[in-house]
């Protein structure tokens, strides 16, 4: 027996089958690396968060660029996490300007609103064709209402899951009938799919050129779904992960919309519980679209954030998105602890190995301003990504934010003060620390430093 090279090591997911059963094996020495001493990698992950309708930017706005700079009231709730988080601002999608409610569209994905060639791959699935094969599901897309934030590569919104039960039964529940009935299922979709391809084969021979190319995008989403297809076929043997009782409890439940804040905490425990359990390593969350964002009753709070965003210069009004916009981020903040505190594979916090970006494609909802848009990463210091510090990429470029004069600071959010500040240098950033081999993301110059 060769140890040095290791042969006789068995997968920690080898199963053993025989008359139609899947049995998981315990944790055997067999499946231990001879250097099980030395602590084991942990899987990189991302999660973006959506916060609709801008914020209202007089009391959001941090004024000093860099360390040491004072927490605004907005994101106040966030001030226990300094040293691992960066409030960015600046930042600007191209595509997006002046484009109002559609921005929720190219916030992931830098793309062209408008164009005729659509939408655009968004990051998270982008670094999920990186990832993805390493899991049973290569993204988790949710949304309290709405479209997703996910965008496939010929510009297809993939559809996302909404209650708490239904996304904790797709992670961690046996559908109906078993491996069995999946396996069949499967192999129905899959024949359906060659039918089709054999049969546009044969169309593509009578098409024009520009037919042809709108036929080449079909084509390249029939084989999305070929590999999405077989990969589920491949996994079906593995076990799902357990789930302990007080997790289950916790996170397998339906909560009404009324209750906002604990339906926001219960997301933020399932995507932590997938990023634990490793069935994905990549999840967008949109709390709601530019014209669906939900009220916050229990807050006090029943207006939609839509309305509330057009305030009019109402002070009730500004008061209230301001406690919405301080609600949201405390909620993001309550994500955070749940990944500092929860252990990863190699014993250090899972917010190391996870980068978790909220913002939102408007700025200002009031005058539908898209520049300056707000934005704070946190985690990923196992990825390099080191925090502490308002990254301010409109220094140098303006004289300052003047949040007491409603017409300076409607400008900055209206007009990008720096013209080279996108929204995809970020992305680009995310994406190469989460792997993926590329120096361009949409309409990226540069990938931003942190």
């Known amino acids: 027996m060769n ?73 106040k709730p966030l001030e226990k996490y300094r040293d691992v988080i960066t409030p960015m601002s600046g930042l600007h999608h191209p595509g997006g300007l002046g484009k ?5 569209k190219v ?19 982008r670094i999920a064709q990186v990832t993805g094969e390493h899991t049973r599901y290569p993204s988790m897309e949710i949304s309290i209402n709405g479209a997703s934030l996910a965008w496939t590569a010929d510009g297809v919104n993939l559809p996302p899951l909404r209650r708490c039960s239904e996304i904790f039964a797709s992670l961690f529940e046996q559908p109906k009938g078993g491996i069995k009935a999946q396996r069949e299922a499967l192999g129905l979709k899959g024949s359906v799919l060659d039918a089709n391809l054999e049969e546009v084969r044969k169309l593509q021979e009578k098409m024009g050129s520009a037919d042809r190319g709108r036929m080449d995008q079909y084509l390249s989403s029939v084989r999305e779904a070929e590999i999405r297809t077989r990969r589920a076929d491949e996994w ?23 209750q906002a804040g604990d339906y926001f905490r219960t997301v933020y425990d399932l995507i932590v519980l997938a990023f634990q359990t490793d069935v994905t390593r990549v999840a967008t969350y949109s709390m709601g679209t530019e014209v669906s964002a939900i009220p916050i009753p229990e807050i006090g709070i029943t207006e939609g954030r839509h309305n509330l ?19 949201a981020f405390e909620q993001y903040g309550y994500f955070l602890k749940r990944l500092a505190e929860t252990k990863d594979v190699n014993g250090a916090p899972l917010l190391d190995s996870t980068m978790a970006l909220m913002g939102s ?58 013209p080279d500040a996108h929204v995809s240098n970020l992305l680009l950033m995310m994406a190469q620390r989460m792997g993926v081999e590329t120096d361009q993301f949409g309409d990226s110059n540069k990938a931003v430093e942190l």
């Open 309 to 327: 965003s057009h305030h009019g210069g109402d002070p009730v009004m500004m008061e209230k998105l301001t406690q919405y916009d301080t609600f």
């Open 100 to 104: 109002a409610h559609d921005c929720i």
């Open 3 to 75: 140890f040095l090279s290791q042969s006789w090591l068995i997968n920690r997911r080898h199963t053993l089958r025989a008359l139609g059963t899947c049995i998981s094996l315990p944790m055997l020495e067999c499946m231990t690396p001879l250097r099980a001493a030395e602590p084991e990698t942990a899987p990189r992950r991302s999660a973006f968060i959506y916060l609709a309708n801008g914020v209202h930017s007089p009391n959001y706005q941090i004024t000093q660029a860099g360390d040491g700079y004072e927490f605004s009231r907005a994101l």
């Open 361 to 418: 494609g408007m700025s200002y909802g009031q005058s539908h301003g898209n520049a300056n848009l707000p934005m704070v990463l946190a985690g990923g210091s196992a990825m390099g990504v080191r925090h502490g510090r308002h990254l301010d990429f409109n220094e140098g470029h303006f004289d300052g934010y003047k949040l007491d004069n409603p017409k300076e600071y409607m400008q900055v959010s209206s007009r990008p003060a720096n």
């Open 236 to 258: 079906l043997d593995t076990p799902l992960p357990e789930i302990s009782e007080a997790d289950r409890k916790r996170t397998n439940r339906d909560i009404p919309q009324t």
């Open 107 to 125: 916030w992931l994905t830098a793309g062209q609103l408008g164009s005729a060639t659509g939408n655009t791959i968004s990051v998270d699935q």
